[in-house]
């Protein structure tokens, strides 16, 4: 009954935590989450205002497909002020958020059995997308120890004639690894001279956590490199404007001409309302991004005090975004096997949901959000800690 294209994609692993976690909660159960993939805090009042102001002067019809050129503008200023490059707005697609700037971008670069390295643990997304172009995800695991980096020795290794593109996120969703100058340049360094798109996912790029962290995109190595990436961006998770749907690609002319085209022919353009409001967004005061990043490092700062009292238990500390990625692969046991089965044994014994590290691309982990009040994330450790020592 089913097309081929959509048979090729797993349902995903997650899907039985979260339907269950609703479930025991419409139960009247007291289930906290650590699952949340989005910051809590409310949209800003004079971003709200804009897409006030939007609906009421009827601003209503379709606009340009690849979005209204005063936001084209916006985004084009936001990144020369906060990567130091500078673009043309015909190099800019805005798209129904950063998820739809990935799809469009791989469904016009990849033909059938191209190949797109990811990085592992990755962004649940990135397969799914590259299946559904016609790709084939080449995935390539990162250590712990090694802060889940792409290791450019890897990396060569993994290059064939048919690599199309290597997929870079920093910070990363779900380790909060966030790569250094050195280690872009290094990772730059095998890609030179060889015909491969990068593709830098930078979402979180303003969410970093710690002081002596400067966030880089890889674009900024030299003008070779900048030719070759893509970068995606969104109003996500930066604004806190997840529902919003508005993200952007930017890169070679040709290819955003191609995905604008094929835009015109999925979506169109995105939400116009949304699209007043980014702009006011992205022109308007930036202090208050402060306070909400300060906020997260606290959360972060807290979360992992509280990791570190559960023995055998190790955890990176996430540099950007707003997750932890423990590994908890010393409390497997006969019946908890792997990552699924812990997050669903969590969720029935402690009352906490968390993300198995399978979605991710990673078994013996679990991802955990620290997008919730300190009060939860408190409540919620002692939970899993009680937990997790019933296993022993
Ligand atoms: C790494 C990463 N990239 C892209 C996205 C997509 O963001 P958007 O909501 O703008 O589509 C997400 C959302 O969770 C993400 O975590």
Redesign the pocket.
Known sequence: MLANRIKAIPPSPTLTITAKAKAMRAAGEDVLSLAA??PDFDAPEHVKEAAIKAIKEGFNKYTPVGGIPELKEAIVNFVKREYGLGYDPEEVLV????????YNLFQVILNPGDEVIIPAPY????PPIVLLAGGKPVIIETKEEESFKLNPQDLEAHITPWTKALIL?SP???TGSVYTKEELEAIAHILKGKNIWIVS?D??HKIILKDEIKWMCIASIDEEIRKRTFI?N????TYSL?GW???YLIGSKEVIKAATRLQSQSTSNPNSIAQKGAVAALNGPQEFLQTWVDAFKRRANRLMEMLIEIPNLSCFEPQG?FYAFPNISAYFNKTITDSVKMAEYLLEEAKVAVVPGAAFGKEGFIRISFATSLEVIEKACQRLKKALEKLK
């Open positions: 993939g989005e798209c129904c958020g950063g998820k739809q700037a990935l962004w649940v997304s990135y996120n990363s969703n779900p996912d979402v979180y995606v969104a109003l996500s998770k997840t749907r508005i993200g975004a």
